[in-house]
């Protein structure tokens, strides 16, 4: 393990075994501190923000993009601060702590017993949702995890999110895929965040009207298992509690072989993304490169695709 990896495991230890202690409000002045401090530096990740938030909201001059990822940076670390204490909170906190528009979507589609597929972007506080389905709603669900460096970070997270009630299956090793089939086939709910390919071997959409991958995952599942695959999208307002939309089912289309039939499905995925992080993209939580012009290595910038 490098120097760095060991820093970082250390960091996310302590944010872990420390921040949960703390009252809440220090804990959120603590995290926009943090955010201020880290926009002012204007390192890599707020000016890939800044470009990110460029597309989204085009007509923006440097003046509103600035503020947009000054927002963005508070509405990030609120997302640390809140998974940080999560572990922490009582089971009333957690219910009290979302509040979900339509969410007869998913109900309906669980008493069906047909299986759901919950595909999220990158948006407020996908933990606090996960973890509200478990605990409100009482309903266990599976979902995949990228595999971090070191492995004790992934282990963290691993353990942090089990806690939370959620079956975490690695993104890599080729069997996630069959084990969330199985789930789907026996009625159970799988959630995944949806709005960034790790795979290089995604489905190309329009998003906002430039192309970027989305993985494929959502809707083959959804195909295969005959699963309803239904788009959430979160967000934060200047209360202690999120918010939240189940949107409408994303149904297979009825003809067209089965690459037509993801890629059809997919788009629909990202024009819902697409909804949700235009009316709140300062919760859009998009530090890294995502569309396909971006991709490639730039000298210029020193960043890595």
Same mark, same amino acid.
């Given at each position: 393990m @490098?120097?760095?990896e060991?820093?970082t495991? #250390? /960091?996310?230890?302590?944010?872990?075994s420390?921040?949960?202690?703390?009252? =809440?409000p220090?804990?959120v002045?603590?995290?926009? #501190?943090?955010?201020?401090?880290?926009w002012k530096r204007?390192?890599k990740g707020?000016l890939r923000? =800044?470009? *990110?938030?460029?597309r989204v909201?085009p007509d923006?001059?440097?003046?509103r993009?600035?503020?947009?990822?000054r927002?963005?940076m508070?509405?990030?670390?609120?997302?640390?601060m809140e998974s940080?204490?999560l572990?922490?909170w009582?089971p009333e906190?957690?219910?009290?702590?979302?509040?979900p528009?339509?969410?007869?979507h998913l +109900?309906?589609?669980?008493?069906?017993?047909r299986?759901?597929?919950l595909?999220?972007?990158? /948006?407020? *506080?996908w933990?606090?949702a996960g973890?509200?389905v478990?605990t409100?709603?009482?309903t266990?669900f599976? +979902?995949?995890a =990228?595999?971090?460096?070191p492995e004790?970070?992934?282990?963290?997270f691993?353990?942090?999110r089990?806690?939370?009630?959620? =079956?975490?299956l690695p993104?890599?090793g080729g069997?996630?895929?069959?084990?969330?089939a199985?789930r789907?086939?026996d009625?159970?709910l799988?959630?995944l965040?949806?709005? !960034?390919?790790?795979?290089? @071997?995604?489905?190309e959409?329009?998003?906002?009207g430039? @192309?970027?991958r989305?993985?494929?995952?959502p809707?083959l599942?959804? &195909? &295969?298992?005959?699963?309803l695959?239904l788009?959430?999208?979160?967000?934060y307002?200047d209360?202690?509690?999120?918010?939240g939309?189940v949107h409408p089912?994303?149904?297979?289309p009825e @003809?067209?072989t !089965?690459?037509e039939? +993801?890629?059809s499905?997919t &788009?629909?995925?990202?024009d819902?993304f697409a909804t949700g992080?235009?009316?709140h993209?300062?919760?859009?939580?998009?530090l890294q490169?995502?569309?396909?012009?971006?991709?490639?290595p730039?000298?210029?910038?020193g960043?890595r695709?």
């Amino acid at each position: 393990m @490098s120097a760095r990896e060991r820093l970082t495991d #250390t /960091l996310y230890g302590l944010g872990w075994s420390t921040v949960k202690k703390l009252p =809440e409000p220090a804990a959120v002045r603590l995290g926009r #501190t943090v955010a201020d401090l880290a926009w002012k530096r204007r390192g890599k990740g707020v000016l890939r923000l =800044e470009r *990110n938030y460029a597309r989204v909201v085009p007509d923006a001059g440097p003046e509103r993009l600035a503020e947009l990822s000054r927002a963005g940076m508070r509405s990030y670390l609120r997302y640390w601060m809140e998974s940080f204490r999560l572990p922490a909170w009582s089971p009333e906190r957690v219910r009290t702590g979302f509040d979900p528009k339509d969410l007869h979507h998913l +109900t309906d589609g669980l008493a069906s017993g047909r299986g759901v597929v919950l595909a999220l972007p990158h /948006l407020a *506080n996908w933990d606090l949702a996960g973890a509200w389905v478990t605990t409100a709603l009482g309903t266990p669900f599976t +979902t995949v995890a =990228e595999r971090l460096k070191p492995e004790t970070l992934y282990d963290r997270f691993v353990a942090y999110r089990e806690g939370l009630g959620m =079956e975490v299956l690695p993104h890599s090793g080729g069997s996630a895929f069959g084990t969330l089939a199985r789930r789907l086939r026996d009625g159970g709910l799988v959630c995944l965040v949806a709005d !960034r390919d790790l795979s290089a @071997s995604g489905v190309e959409v329009k998003f906002f009207g430039e @192309s970027a991958r989305m993985p494929a995952g959502p809707a083959l599942l959804a &195909q &295969q298992t005959g699963a309803l695959l239904l788009p959430v999208t979160l967000w934060y307002d200047d209360s202690p509690v999120m918010r939240g939309r189940v949107h409408p089912p994303i149904e297979v289309p009825e @003809s067209g072989t !089965r690459a037509e039939k +993801t890629s059809s499905m997919t &788009q629909a995925l990202a024009d819902a993304f697409a909804t949700g992080i235009a009316d709140h993209p300062e919760d859009w939580h998009m530090l890294q490169r995502l569309w396909l012009a971006d991709l490639e290595p730039r000298a210029a910038d020193g960043e890595r695709p």
